[in-house]
C-alpha cells in the first residue's frame, strides 16, 4: 500500500521560502506524477503543482512565478518551495499521486499544516 | 481560466437519495472526479471518470456528467456519509476543484 509522508516547518515567516517533502513508501516513486494541493482554512482544494518522476514538472498559474517542485528518486521524495511567502499562503498542504497527467489523485498524504506569520 | 461550481451545501435524511452537483463550461466534455472529506482528514477518491468507483468505495456512490453539468449520487444515504464532496476536472494541463458541498445528513 503506497504511503505519503508531508514534512517540514509549521511556521514561515513572511517573504521567506517555505519548504516542503513529502517521502513515498510502499511504492516506486518512478512512472508516476506527484503533486502539491493545499488548502486553507475552512477553504477549498487549490491543485501547486507537479513533478514527473523524470523531473518535468507543471505548475498552476497561480503560484507559477514563486514554486519549485523537485524529486528525488533515491530517496523516494519530492518536495515543493514556494518563494516570498505571505499570509495567503497559510494552508493545509498535502502530496498527492497520480498514475498519469491529467488522472485523479488515488493517493493523499494526511497533510502538513503550514502558518505564515511573523 | 476553468471554473467549476457547487453548491454550499445539501441535506439529506438517512436512508434517501442526495444528489450533488458539479457545472462547469462544457464539463461533460471532460472527465469528472469526485472527492469525499470528512473533518480533520485527507480528501478520498469516490468517483473518477465520470462514473467509476474505486476499490472499496461502496455501491451507493455513483456518478454521471453530461452537458454542463457532472451529478454524484449517494443512495441509501448513511450518516458516515456527511462529509465535503469536492468535484474536479483537468483542463488546460491544470487540475481544477470546485468550492465543494458540504453533506449533512439529518
Known amino acids: 500500500q503506497v504511503q505519503l509522508q508531508e514534512s517540514g516547518p509549521g511556521l514561515v515567516k513572511p517573504s521567506e521560502t517555505l519548504s516542503l517533502t513529502c517521502t513515498v513508501s510502499?511504492?516506486?516513486?518512478?512512472?508516476?506524477?506527484w503533486n502539491w494541493i493545499r488548502q486553507s482554512p475552512g477553504k477549498g482544494l487549490e491543485w501547486i503543482g507537479y513533478?514527473?518522476?523524470?523531473?518535468?514538472?507543471n505548475y498552476n498559474t497561480s503560484v507559477k512565478s514563486r514554486v519549485t517542485i523537485s524529486i528525488d528518486t533515491s530517496k523516494n521524495q519530492f518536495s515543493l518551495k514556494l518563494r516570498s511567502a505571505t499570509a495567503a499562503d497559510t494552508a493545509m498542504y498535502y502530496c498527492?499521486?497520480?498514475?498519469?497527467?491529467?488522472?485523479?489523485?488515488?493517493?493523499w498524504g494526511q497533510g502538513t499544516l503550514v502558518t505564515v506569520s511573523s | 481560466s476553468y471554473e467549476l461550481t457547487q453548491p454550499p451545501s445539501v441535506s439529506v435524511s438517512p436512508g434517501q437519495t442526495a444528489s450533488l452537483t458539479c457545472s462547469g463550461d462544457?464539463?461533460?466534455?471532460?472527465?469528472a472526479s469526485w472527492y469525499q472529506q470528512k473533518p480533520g482528514q485527507s480528501p478520498v477518491l469516490v468517483i473518477y471518470?465520470?462514473?467509476k468507483r474505486p476499490s472499496g468505495i461502496p455501491e451507493r456512490f455513483s456518478g454521471s456528467n453530461s452537458g454542463n453539468t457532472a451529478t454524484l449520487t449517494i443512495s441509501g444515504t448513511q450518516a458516515m456519509d456527511e462529509a465535503d464532496y469536492y468535484c474536479?476536472?483537468?483542463?488546460?494541463?491544470?487540475?481544477?476543484f470546485g468550492p465543494g458541498t458540504k453533506v449533512t445528513v439529518l
Open positions: 498527492a499521486r497520480v498514475p498519469a497527467a491529467g488522472d485523479p489523485f488515488d493517493y
Open positions: 510502499g511504492g516506486s516513486i518512478s512512472s508516476y506524477f
Open positions: 513533478v514527473y518522476y523524470s523531473g518535468s514538472t
Open positions: 462544457k464539463l461533460g466534455n471532460k472527465y
Open positions: 471518470q465520470d462514473s
Open positions: 474536479q476536472a483537468w483542463d488546460s494541463s491544470t487540475y481544477v
